[in-house]
């Protein structure tokens, strides 16, 4: 099931249901789609506001980024489905099987790297956010804040979708490599929407 091409309802029948996608990763890209939308509600509310005019150019740019955002999270988060479908059909194979001892490493680095480009996508959102500090609807404070929650929290699912896949991983170095790539991009992502959370 592709995210953005079924309803709510569908989607969470089959989040609920005994498959292994869509999953923890689908979450994850969907959560940041949220973020990138609710932060364009709430310019959406301070667009025309007299009081907010001479902050019309960062309005215009912010929008643009976080639309942008909105798409690709979810195109990303249909990614991790899809990495992990490899992965799950890697794992039926007879642990002696050629194929599986061949490509165990490349299917678990692949499915390791779309939640980081989560993380990444979901960084940016919390960039975009906290530029808009003080320059939108004083009344949406709450909503700027809820967004930057919400992709905080797509980062740290993501974050724990790298671990369960660099976990897998024989080689040590670019297990240490990604794993290192996560954890700096999470703790940029706590300290932005602790800034924001703080202000608002």
Known sequence: MQIGESSIDSFLDALASKEPTPGGGAVAGLLA?????????????????KSL???????ADCFSILQEAQ????????????????????WKLP???ATRIESWDVVHLDAARVPIEIMKLSEN????????????NAMLRSDLLIAAL????????????????????A??????????????ILATCRVLALTIETTC
Do not use: P
């Open 150 to 169: 919400v992709a905080e929290t797509a980062a740290r699912s993501a974050f724990y979708n790298v671990g369960v896949n660099t976990g897998q991983v």
């Open 95 to 97: 642990k002696d099987n």
């Open 125 to 136: 959102v919390l960039q975009t956010l906290r530029r808009l500090l003080g320059k939108t």
């Open 53 to 59: 005019a001479e902050h019309c150019d960062v309005h």
């Open 71 to 90: 798409s690709e999270a979810i195109r990303l988060g249909n990614a991790d489905a899809q990495a992990y479908e490899k992965v799950s059909e890697l």
């Open 171 to 184: 080689d040590a170095a670019q297990k240490e490599k990604l794993d290192a790539q996560a954890s700096k």
């Open 33 to 49: 789609s949220i973020a990138s939308s609710l932060g364009n509600m709430v310019l959406a509310y301070s667009e025309g506001k």
